[in-house]
């Protein structure tokens, strides 16, 4: 068998590996992009949980922030 040959066929199970390793490697990315995938769409959901309690809370903050006021300027009004 001459050099040449060897070399080859050292060659040839090199890239035989290679090729398994970036099949592997292939597999392994498309399961974590879709794992990536369900956990932003899960964050996505939670944030429009809390704009939503964060919408009810601006809704009764500003009355219950009135009616401080009103009951602050009758306090004082009724001091005097």
Known sequence: MEWAQVL???LSVFLALFLV???VLTLLLIKVTK????I???AEK????FAGA??????????????KMMANFI??????
């Open 40 to 42: 932003t769409t899960t």
């Open 54 to 67: 964060a919408e009810s809370a601006a809704k009764f903050a500003a009355p219950a922030a009135i009616a």
């Open 8 to 10: 080859v066929i050292i």
């Open 21 to 23: 390793l970036a099949i």
């Open 46 to 49: 939670a944030t429009l949980k």
């Open 75 to 80: 306090k004082k009004t009724k001091d005097k």
């Open 35 to 38: 794992q990536i995938r369900s």
